[in-house]
């Protein structure tokens, strides 16, 4: 799994936020358009096609929002996963180095060692 930096994020977001606002643009010229309809008195079919295409956009926003919350929640999962897998190996580095440097210390005991040992061998 790939690391998913705070830029992709809000471009992601910022995709799928003129998604939604274009819809909103989009159903405030509808109505208007169905309002002066009314007041010019357009034919009935025409405000069925209108309302048709209001009714369209609503919808197309609402799928949009459903799929931004779906999105959020998921960066917000992947977010968990990528800050608990980076502890994991945080741990795992903190043991190596905890390792290393025990195995560092029982090598100099030992060298300490070895070499008071020579140290008597040669005064003997």
Same mark, same amino acid.
């Given at each position: ?8 994020? @809000?471009? @992601?977001?910022? @995709?799928?936020? +003129? ?40 919808? +197309? ?40 440097? @025990? +195995? ?14 020579? +140290? ?5």
């Amino acid at each position: 799994m790939c690391c998913i930096t705070n830029e992709m994020l @809000e471009k @992601e977001v910022e @995709e799928i936020w +003129s998604e939604i606002k274009l819809p909103e643009d989009e159903r405030e010229k509808q109505r208007d358009r169905l309002e002066r309809g009314l007041e010019n008195g357009f034919l009935s079919k025409d405000l069925e096609k209108l309302l048709g295409k209001f009714e369209e956009r609503v919808t +197309s926003l609402k799928t949009l929002k459903t799929k931004l919350i779906e999105h959020r929640k998921k960066v917000e999962m992947l977010t968990v996963e990528e800050l608990t897998k980076a502890r994991k190996e945080n741990l795992l580095a903190v043991r190596e180095v905890e390792d290393l440097e @025990e +195995s560092s210390y029982d090598g100099k005991v030992k060298n300490v060692d070895l070499e008071s040992q020579r +140290s008597r061998d040669h005064s003997s």
